[in-house]
């Protein structure tokens, strides 16, 4: 997938639209508590700003319904100030992201200056992507550029829309995203591990599919591990269980057993630890052959990282989507923390999907041992998946 990028096209005294993925947590406060998203963008901001583009940012954040009190709860005025700390520049919030006071912003900026649009979820017409408002954003610009690849995967007006009436061209953030996740589906460097962890198979179906066919071999732990083993008649107690997939399950089992790698043992715990709180629930090492009835998986146990650990070690390319117990729990983050020293061991392409498996991947202290970590969940999924992006898609060939 050859798309052109900033540094294909001529930026200098032209206005730029950039789609950036500014959607950061806050507390209750407002105040910003992960700033990686902005640092994320930091990249295509800094090119166009050194090669004299008035640059033109815009971002959603939540989910706001236009109830009241959304504007003040959604704005994206945290995100300018701590985007003007990063940059080393003030950067403006405009009032809105299209009609006046988005143009008057445009208007006012000289080369080498940077506006931040207001939330443009405060319109509904962005999420519908209707073809009229999208005209009035791409009105701002001359060119567009989208860096957002978190929400490439929905064809919304500043995603897709505004490509219909000013070229677009991806970021170097979008760009390091397609040359990962698609260098890792057209041409990986063998062996070729995938691991996948997280709750439920059947929002995992379509990857297993795409991936079981490219792998060398397919790792499956976390919660979804639990649907696998009961297709192979286990007992599995109270663990997760995804009862629509276990057909699909044993198809895969009977068709790719070469291939497919499952824990030997497992923590289990007495009850939920979200329910009875961490300190508070019994646990015990089991093997995958006996799991009591009533209690139920929140870790893969120490054979099972030793399995696993082994399957990474000396493969040329390997992608994790997905933790392999509840790792939001200390207790219960040792097979995830395991396998992210894996992979940080391995010396492979390394590739993180987004959503929790990121998270963990920094929470646990292992980010910069990665190749690269995904700023999209649901996007990176829908690429593994094979699926066509609409946010990429709509950007011009090389």
Known sequence: MNKK????????????LVRVDFNVPQDEKGAITDDRRIRAAL?????????????????????PKGKPGDTEKFTLKPVAERLSQLLGKNVPLAADSVGPAAEEAANRLNDGD????????????????????????????????????????RAHASTEGVTKYIPGVAGYLMQKEIDYLGGALTNPKRPFVSILGG???????????????????????????YTFLKAQGKEIGDSLLDETSIDFCRQMLHQSADKIVLPVDVVVADGNPFDKGEANVQTRTVSVDDIPVGWQGVDIGPETAKRFADAVRGAG????????????????AVGTRAMAQALADSGA?????????????????????????????????????????????ALQDK
């Not at 990028?5 to 730029?16: F, L, P, Y």
């Not at 090119?47 to 939540?62: D, P, R």
């Not at 198979?201 to 591990?225: F, H, N, Q, T, Y």
């Not at 390319?317 to 219960?332: A, H, K, L, S, Y």
Request: hydrophobic share 45%; charged share 20%; net charge negative.
């Open 349 to 393: 392409v390394t590739i993180v999907g987004g959503g929790d498996s990121a998270a963990a991947v920094q929470e646990l202290g292992f980010a910069d041992k990665m190749s690269h970590i995904s700023t999209g969940g649901g996007a990176s999924l829908e690429f593994l998946e094979g699926k066509a992006l609409p946010g990429v898609v």
């Open 5 to 16: 990028t900033i540094e294909d096209i001529d930026v200098a005294g032209k206005r730029v």
């Open 199 to 225: 709750k439920k198979v059947s929002d995992k179906i379509p990857v297993i599919e795409s991936l079981v066919g490219k792998v060398d071999r397919l790792i499956i732990g976390g919660g979804m591990a």
């Open 114 to 153: 940077v506006v931040l649009l207001e939330n443009v979820r405060f319109h509904p017409e962005e999420e519908k992507n209707d073809l009229e408002f999208a005209k009035q954003l791409a009105a701002l610009a001359d060119v567009y550029v989208n860096d957002a690849f978190g929400t490439a995967h």
């Open 43 to 63: 990249p295509t901001i800094q090119y166009l700003v050194n090669h004299g583009a008035k640059t033109i940012l815009v971002s959603h954040l939540g989910r």
């Open 317 to 332: 390319t390997v992608v994790w989507n997905g933790p392999m117990g509840i790792f939001e729990f200390d207790r219960f």
